[in-house]
DNA sequence: GGCCAGGCGCGGA
DNA sequence: TCCGCGCATGGC
């Protein structure tokens, strides 16, 4: 049991090993969020939730449990999952990367968020998408803007995308979201990798990475690892059999993702 | 001040 | 199919 439903508005976390809040929220994963007085505020769609640290207690306090558990993927035992990353250089950052789980995010903020991400910072594309939610979204009752459906998203220019320092991305955003709106995300669900990844790519603005970061962190597709300029770093650095866990190892997505942890924010050179 | 960022679209070979 | 180039813009 890695985690309890109290009831519609509270999770209670059992196994603290495995869930590491900081990590997760600083894994790249996920750029809405903010340190409060009490732990984090945490922003997915036009869901919040509170994660109240407390005397080595942890309380999510949020506007819907269910939705929480699913996003936190609380079914996944990732002891189990890491005791198969056999990859000795990786020790370290396995070890750094404990409490790393992948999250189910809103497929919407996902696609345009990491569109956003392409070529830029992760400080400036963050600044960006929260800039972009205040002025689009709808204030929930937390206080902090949901992202902007699909409606509100379609009310946004190509001018207002560059005025928040979308750059040359800002046409692809447009023509993005008339894309999305004629897919489905439940029966995006039910296709093959492959297949997924065919519609993904057909998306403007989406290459390979982006639409593996969507595979992943939309889909939960664990066997799929977006290679950015961090990880083709590290991975040259790896014999092929332990690349050969990185990329393409049934969990190659949970691997690669302690991997840029430890390298991106704990500011690794070397494995 | 130059390099870089969770890369992608496009045109030419 | 593959390669090289241009691209907005701020962080560092």
């Not at 894994?27 to 984090?40: A, D, E, L, P």
């Not at 320092?165 to 999305?180: E, M």
Request: charged share 20%.
């Amino acid at each position: 049991m890695i985690a309890t439903m109290i009831n519609n508005h509270t999770l209670r976390v059992d196994d603290l090993t495995q869930f590491d809040p900081y990590a997760i929220l600083h894994s790249g994963q996920v750029f809405r969020y903010w340190q409060t007085k009490q732990g984090w505020l945490v922003m997915s769609g036009s869901h919040w939730a509170k994660i109240i640290i407390d005397n080595r207690q942890i309380i999510i306090s949020c506007d819907d449990a269910n939705y929480f558990y699913h996003y936190f993927d609380f079914d996944t035992d990732y002891k189990t999952i890491k005791a198969t990353l056999n990859a000795p250089k990786l020790q370290n950052a396995l070890i750094s990367g404990g409490g790393i789980r992948i999250l189910n995010a809103d497929f919407v903020e996902v696609v345009l968020s990491f569109i956003i991400s392409a070529n830029n910072n992760i400080k400036r594309f963050t600044k960006t998408i929260n800039e972009i939610c205040q002025r689009y979204g709808t204030q929930t009752d937390c206080g902090y803007w949901s992202f902007p459906n699909l409606e509100q998203c379609s009310q946004i220019k190509e001018t207002d995308f560059k005025r928040f320092g979308c750059g040359y991305r800002a046409p692809y955003l447009v023509k993005a979201i008339q894309q999305l709106k004629q897919l489905e995300f439940k029966q995006l669900q039910k296709l093959s990798n492959q297949e997924l990844q065919r519609i993904l790519l057909s998306i403007s603005g989406v290459g390979p990475k982006v639409a593996a970061c969507i595979m992943l962190f939309a889909f939960h597709r664990l066997d799929t690892a977006p290679v950015d300029t961090w990880i083709k770093k590290a991975i040259a650095q790896l014999s092929v059999a332990e690349q050969k866990v990185i990329l393409q190892g049934s969990y190659a997505g949970i691997a690669q993702q302690y991997i840029f942890y430890y390298l991106q924010h704990l500011h690794k050179e070397v494995l």
